[in-house]
Structure formats: structure tokens, C-alpha cells
T-cell receptor, first 111, second 112 residues
Framework: QKEVEQDPGPLSVPEGAIVSLNCTYSNSAFQYFMWYRQYSRKGPELLMYTYSSGNKEDGRFTAQVDKSSKYISLFIRDSQPSDSATYLC???????????FGRGTSLIVHP | NAGVTQTPKFQVLKTGQSMTLQCAQDMNHNSMYWYRQDPGMGLRLIYYSASEGTTDKGEVPNGYNVSRLNKREFSLRLESAAPSQTSVYFCATVAGGLYEQYFGPGTRLTVT
């Protein structure tokens, strides 16, 4: 079992839908959680960063961490075709600057 | 600011040839990383450099060497390329004491 599990998809939704992307993990030492967005043939770009449990909101994006369940989510409201990309989760333990990445979920938002 | 730049963008090598992938950053970040990304495998860490003058192996270091030339530059060398090294290579950086990584645009390498 990988330390971080992420469904590769693809996840196909209509424009305007609420999207939920998820990762589960097994290492209880993880404290720092990141979401990256990667467009086709581009490098990953940091989307959201959260520390420990709780929610963080940035525009249409909300990152949620449930450490008790070892489960993190990224919600996208009012999804747009421009949100079509691969979304990677990543997480680190305190003091470790080597993050563990999920394999990414491919999201397709169709008009 | 350019952020993280990588050269070349594309490269085709024959088996046994050597090449160096270059990465440079103008973000004044301490740590730099080299990853490879293959379909279905996600990002795999090849080498990293926590600070200028230090380098350490990651998950898949075999067949690669690195040099942290100075704080700005971190190069990845393939001494004798193999078809299994066909991949997209990404350089990333992290500011000191933080955890978020910033990636370059990638180098697409094909080894025939």
C-alpha cells in the first residue's frame, strides 16, 4: 500500500458542478498538506497549502484536512472548463522537506 | 522574476549518450529537487539538495548524478542514457523552513 492514495480518474463533470478530489494517507506524522494543479505538458503549480486539520478557502477552492480519518479533500465550486487538469496532493511530516505525492487525479470539466 | 527555469525543454538521445539537464531559480530558495514523472507512476524524487553544497539521493537515483553549482543552480546528469530514462523531468525548489514546492516547466527526454 502506498503512503498516499489518490484515484487517478478521469473524473468528468459538467461545467458549474461542485468537484470533490480526495487523498487518503497512512502516515500519521503528516502535518503539511498541499494541492497542486498540473495542466497538460506543464509543471505542477501550487494551488492550496494547509497545516494540520481544518478547512482553508481561496476563491472557488476549499481544502479540507481530516487527520483523524487520514483524509484530505479539495473542493472546486462552480467548476469551469479551465479547471480541467490533473490535481496532485502532497504531504509532509514536520521537519521533513521531502513531500510524498499522490499519483494525481485527472479532472475534465465539459461545457 | 522567472521563478524556476529548466533547459532544454525537449531532448532526444540515443542509448549510451550523456547529457546534463539544467535548472536555475531566482527565488532565493535553499532547497532544490529533481523529479521524474512517468504515466501512472506520479512524481518520483531522483535527488535533492537541502542547501548549497549538499546533495542526497531520493527514491530513484540510479543512473543519475547531480551538482549543486551554487544557490541558484542544480543540474542533473545522465552519464549513459537508457530507454528506461525516457520521462519528463521536473526541477522544484522550496524556501527555507517551508514545505510548498515551486516547479519548473519540465524537460521532456526521449532515449531511443
Amino acid at each position: 500500500q502506498k503512503e498516499v492514495e489518490q484515484d487517478p480518474g478521469p473524473l468528468s463533470v459538467p461545467e458549474g458542478a461542485i468537484v470533490s478530489l480526495n487523498c487518503t494517507y497512512s502516515n500519521s506524522a503528516f502535518q503539511y498538506f498541499m494541492w497542486y494543479r498540473q495542466y497538460s505538458r506543464k509543471g505542477p503549480e501550487l494551488l492550496m497549502y494547509t497545516y494540520s486539520s481544518g478547512n482553508k478557502e481561496d476563491g472557488r477552492f476549499t481544502a479540507q484536512v481530516d487527520k483523524s480519518s487520514k483524509y484530505i479533500s479539495l473542493f472546486i465550486r462552480d467548476s469551469q472548463p479551465s479547471d480541467s487538469a490533473t490535481y496532485l496532493c502532497a504531504m509532509s511530516a514536520g521537519g521533513s522537506y521531502i513531500p510524498t505525492f499522490g499519483r494525481g487525479t485527472s479532472l475534465i470539466v465539459h461545457p | 522574476n522567472a521563478g524556476v527555469t529548466q533547459t532544454p525543454k525537449f531532448q532526444v538521445l540515443k542509448t549510451g549518450q550523456s547529457m546534463t539537464l539544467q535548472c536555475a531559480q531566482d527565488m532565493n530558495h535553499n532547497s532544490m529537487y529533481w523529479y521524474r514523472q512517468d504515466p501512472g507512476m506520479g512524481l518520483r524524487l531522483i535527488y535533492y539538495s537541502a542547501s548549497e553544497g549538499t546533495t542526497d539521493k531520493g527514491e530513484v537515483p540510479n543512473g543519475y548524478n547531480v551538482s549543486r553549482l551554487n544557490k541558484r543552480e542544480f543540474s542533473l546528469r545522465l552519464e549513459s542514457a537508457a530507454p528506461s530514462q525516457t520521462s519528463v523531468y521536473f526541477c522544484a525548489t522550496v524556501a527555507g523552513g517551508l514545505y510548498e514546492q515551486y516547479f519548473g516547466p519540465g524537460t521532456r527526454l526521449t532515449v531511443t
